[in-house]
């Protein structure tokens, strides 16, 4: 059970990339949201996100205790949620993409308040949340865009 919780958590070795494993997790999830995941129905594409987000919470839960770390820098599947939540309803194209990407990358890195406050919740909660407020904002920026647009 344990290697699973690594396994996943670490976006089966992603994240163990020596240099910026959660941009190469989101870039991950970029490519597999343009050639698969778009083609969801928005349900399904709401039910994958509700279970990325439990397992992704208490597989990172298992193995950051493991590691003895609140949020190692190793563990990306929450970055991969985030992108993904990013991506939710954006159409498939270079420009909307690409868009979604750098929001997200931006707010996570930043993390501006109140998206650092949700770090503080406990355990897997925490390494999920502050990315699912990342994806959120990233989200709506990339929406409100193509509103304009």
């Not at 949020?71 to 954006?90: K, M, N, R, T």
């Amino acid at each position: 059970m344990r290697l699973l919780c690594r396994l996943f958590s670490t976006l089966f070795g992603v994240g163990l990339f020596p240099k910026a494993p959660g941009t190469a997790s989101s870039a991950v999830a970029l490519l597999a949201y343009g050639l698969l995941m778009h083609r969801l129905p928005w349900p399904a594409y709401v039910a994958f996100l509700l279970a990325l987000l439990v397992l992704g919470g208490m597989a990172s839960a298992v193995y950051a205790a493991d590691l003895g770390q609140a949020d190692p820098q190793c563990i990306v599947i929450d970055e991969a949620f985030g992108q993904f939540l990013a991506l939710f309803l954006v159409p498939v194209g270079w420009l909307p993409m690409t868009a979604a990407f750098v929001f997200f990358r931006f707010f996570d890195i930043i993390k501006p308040y109140p998206i650092k406050r949700l770090e503080r919740l406990p355990g897997g909660w925490g390494i999920m949340a502050d990315d699912a407020g990342a994806g959120l904002a990233a989200g709506a920026l990339v929406h409100l865009l193509l509103l304009l647009v």
